[in-house]
């Protein structure tokens, strides 16, 4: 019995034995034949799982075509891609079609015979096959699912399609048939993330990558491909927060996709802030930053952008060339000689003639008689106070902010505050007990 191997080409004969073209010579069958299919020729062509329609039905002249008896050589009927197109013709009606199909190399992927892949494919699975030609990306760490079961056709046409790159749809729309999650969120919340909306691929390797969620390089160097201005404040500036320069930073505040928060944050800005300040936090020097929802819980007053829920209101989110991530300047001891760029932060708000006026009967109820004792404690080219001296940043128990005490080295100097309806008086650790009052003034040993 001659067994003879699969047909890639055109017969021809040299000194009597049959070629078939890339696989040898095999001699002609001795018995005569009205079918190729015999016990000494072509044996397995029909005992394969699957098997090509012609092969099946014994009508081998839909695709050769006798050359020479004699010689026992044929012909193909048609050359080149109009063989396979003659029956397969839907195969090629799309913009853009597969090289091999376009070259008329169709055994480039198919056995034009038969064979136990499905679709007479040369490989087991279309991963396989589609790998011999193009990366497909399953030697990564996080594979693309379809990739992974080697479900390339889920994605891609294997002969022609509209779309480039053989995709079944538009890239957006064809991540979205089975992402149906991510459209619902694109859809439903008001904040959407551009690339999510236009550009999957902008982000994602759509086979796969070593990185988590198969994005292209781990945040915030992804990030930083499109946000560079970010990059530059998180990158050059004196005070970097944290969650901007460490690995996956940006997903603590940030959601990739959609968000019903302004700037895809994950939560209202305070609340998202206060998940990661519910407890001290490490900061540059060895400081360690008092809790913040603690110094919040309870308090009777909030300072005004607290109240507001307005972080961003002293606070830069990336960075900032001033401590504590604050926007503008504010001095950080407990002494500071006085300049109004000094206290540009508190000058935001409130005006700068609080403490550049001497005498004042209108500008604070700090005052005794019309004497300013914002500018008695504050306005002074040395050891001026500074607002943090007196005032809590955050929230206090006491009125205007007061604060119980006011940490002072080692020492946590208490202010012992009190107001009365028409001024007040302290008992602080820097001073003897001290009273103000607005109608009546104190008179003092010391001016």
């Not at 193909?76 to 199909?101: A, F, S, V």
């Not at 749809?169 to 459209?183: A, M, N, Q």
């Amino acid at each position: 019995m001659v067994r003879v191997q699969r047909y890639t080409g055109v017969i021809g004969v040299v000194m009597g034995l049959v070629f078939v073209a890339g696989v040898g010579a095999v001699e002609r069958p001795t018995s005569s034949q009205t079918t190729c299919v015999t016990a000494e020729c072509h044996t397995d062509y029909s005992k394969q799982a699957y098997v090509h329609g012609p092969v099946g039905l014994g009508d081998c002249k839909s695709c050769h075509a006798e050359a020479d008896p004699n010689a026992h050589t044929y012909n193909l009927t048609r050359q080149g891609n109009d063989l396979c197109e003659y029956c397969h013709l839907d195969q090629t009606t799309k913009q853009h079609i597969h090289e091999p199909l376009k070259t008329g190399d169709c055994t480039q992927c198919h056995d034009p015979h038969s064979g136990e892949n499905r679709a007479l494919l040369l490989e087991p699975t279309t991963a396989q096959l589609c790998q011999k030609c193009h990366e497909t990306g399953t030697d990564v760490k996080f594979p693309h699912g379809p990739v992974a079961v080697g479900e390339c056709s889920i994605c891609h046409a294997s002969h022609s399609a509209d779309h480039e790159n053989l995709l079944l749809d538009e890239p957006t729309d064809l991540c979205f048939s089975c992402h149906v999650i991510t459209k619902e969120e694109l859809t439903k919340f008001e904040f959407v993330h551009e690339p999510a909306q236009n550009d999957c691929v902008g982000c994602h390797n759509p086979h796969g990558a070593n990185n988590w969620k198969m994005v292209k390089a781990d945040p915030p160097e992804l990030c930083y491909s499109c946000h560079e201005d970010i990059q530059q404040v998180g990158e050059n500036s004196a005070h970097t927060h944290t969650a901007v320069t460490e690995k996956d930073g940006c997903l603590h505040c940030h959601t990739p996709h959609a968000s019903t928060v302004q700037f895809s944050l994950k939560a209202a800005p305070m609340s998202l802030c206060a998940s990661c300040h519910d407890e001290p936090v490490a900061a540059e020097n060895d400081e360690v930053i008092p809790s913040f929802t603690a110094q919040i819980e309870g308090k009777a007053f909030l300072h005004g952008p607290v109240a507001q829920k307005d972080c961003e209101g002293c606070h830069s989110t990336h960075g900032s060339d001033h401590f504590r991530l604050l926007i503008k300047d504010y001095p950080r001891l407990f002494y500071a000689p006085f300049s109004v760029d000094n206290y540009a932060l508190c000058f935001n708000c409130h005006p700068d003639s609080l403490v550049l006026t001497e005498r004042t009967t209108e500008l604070t109820d700090f005052r005794n008689g019309d004497r300013n004792l914002h500018y008695v404690h504050v306005n002074k080219e040395d050891r001026g106070r500074t607002c943090r001296s007196c005032h809590a940043t955050h929230a206090s128990d006491l009125p205007k902010h007061i604060r119980e005490s006011v940490p002072y080295g080692a020492w946590d100097l208490p202010i012992q505050f009190h107001k009365t309806e028409t001024g007040g008086g302290c008992q602080p650790g820097c001073h003897l007990p001290l009273a103000y009052d607005r109608q009546t003034p104190v008179t003092y040993e010391v001016q």
